[in-house]
């Protein structure tokens, strides 16, 4: 059995772990998965396909792009479309950061209410990318969404999607970090997908 194989096993001992403990104390991450997963009556249906379905495809575009007898560099990103709009889409439905503030500097009119100078905003950017106003199924997990070639949100001019789309904030106080990030996220997860089943 390949290294691959073996670490699915190892995978599969944890997940068999997590689902059999009777009484639990306390919950973390790979909990509240399983507990979404069986949850008839959840927004959004985790299945075993979909994650399946989505990383063959991921799998395709890199072997195609890389071939398999290297890693995925810095340098690849910009030609790997699908690994970006998952990225893009992982970012959208859970960003890291959800809320940022602001600290208004003069008063002024905002969805018709008058804001006073020196207020603190919280701006909810998890409300802003689930809106529905703005994305179509916005629960929906669909990375195609990002893609060039999707109709739907795509085809909204670059100023729009600068404000639905803020897990890095926006403006001048916006994340400086936003270009190292989408480097190690889009090559540590291509490389995820390159080595492991
Ligand atoms: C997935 C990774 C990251 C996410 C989701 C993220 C997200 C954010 C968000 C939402 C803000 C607030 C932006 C705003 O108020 O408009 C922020 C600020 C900031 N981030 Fe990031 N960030 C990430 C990675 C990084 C990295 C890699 C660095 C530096 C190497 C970084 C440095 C900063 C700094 C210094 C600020 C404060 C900027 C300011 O107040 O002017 N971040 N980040």
Redesign the pocket.
């Given at each position: 059995m390949g290294i691959s194989g073996r670490y699915d096993k190892v995978l599969e001992t944890f997940l068999a772990e997590h689902e059999n403990v009777a009484e639990k104390q306390g919950m973390n991450l790979m909990d509240v998965l399983l507990e979404a997963k069986g949850d008839e009556k959840s927004e959004y249906k985790i299945t075993r396909d979909q994650i399946k379905a989505l990383f063959v495809r991921m799998r395709e575009e890199i072997d195609s792009v890389i071939g398999k007898s290297r890693l995925i560099l810095e340098t690849d990103l910009p030609n790997l479309p699908y690994l970006q709009a998952v990225v893009n889409e992982g970012?959208r439905l859970y960003?890291?950061?959800?809320v940022?503030?602001?600290r208004l500097q003069e008063g002024c009119v905002m969805g018709g209410f008058y804001v006073h100078e020196k207020t603190t905003l919280v701006?909810n950017?998890y409300a802003v990318m689930r809106d529905s106003d703005y994305w179509e199924n916005p629960d929906d997990f669909k990375p195609e969404r990002f893609l060039a070639s999707s109709g739907s949100e795509q085809e909204d001019a670059t100023k729009e999607k600068v404000l639905k789309y803020?897990?890095?904030?926006?403006?001048?106080?916006?994340?400086?970090?936003?270009n190292?990030?989408y480097i190690?996220?889009g090559t540590v997860i291509g490389i995820m997908i390159q080595c492991f089943d």
């Open positions: 970012l960003p890291p950061i959800p940022f503030g602001r701006v950017g803020l897990p890095f904030g926006s403006g001048r106080r916006g994340c400086p970090g936003t190292l990030a190690f996220l």
